[in-house]
């Protein structure tokens, strides 16, 4: 696919959590190969934006991942289709070993061959999986369960990866390290990449474009760079 062109468009989406309205008709553009950002504060909507795309909340509007509309599928036929997400706390299971929540993530590959390639690629990016590989989940730190997370989303080969807070509870330094495996996967392998991030400072130095919500709506989008080197910006929405 052509650079620039989206592999997902959202339009006049709007998403309910029983009779409380908490996107009110927005319209996001993910381009193909790209890093977009979702900032905002607590209770913006960037999870709900997240959850509405993978048909994990009520939601209505349009949603073309591909060119194919994906509202009325469930969140499992979204992730065949190639739409990963990691969510908010990790999801990681505690009790199954490292091996088994990544093959947990697979579960969209049938060819043995195929998933243990995915998982030895994966391993160059995160070298600690295979030393740890029979260790139970909840034994790992915070940032360790967060990559695992990543990884698992990953082994299920997607095209698009969504990310909701990954930076949250974290060090810096294991941030930073987070983020830049983020940015070589991108470059790398081609996977798009929209991330919801409450730390602004850090997702606008890793996205190309971003858009900043505000109790359900778009407040403001354009190229991440003209955020973050806009004054008044800072100050008035990203906190920093």
Known sequence: MPPNVALLEARALHARYGEIEALHGINLDVAQGSIVALLGANGSGKTTTLRALTGATRRSGSILFDKREVIGHAPEDVARLGIAHVPEGRGTLSTLSVWENLAMGAYTLTDARRTRARYEKLVAYFPWLAERREQPAGLLSGGEQQMLAIAR???????????????????????????????????????????????????LALADQAYVLETGRIALSGPSHDLAGNEQIRKSYLGY
């Open 153 to 203: 989303a990953l082994m299920m080969e997607p095209r698009l990866i969504l990310l909701d807070e990954p930076s949250l509870g974290l060090a810096p330094i294991i941030v930073s390290r987070i983020f830049e495996i983020l940015r070589t996967i991108n470059r790398d392998d081609g996977v798009t990449i929209l991330i919801a991030e409450q730390n602004a400072a850090a997702a």
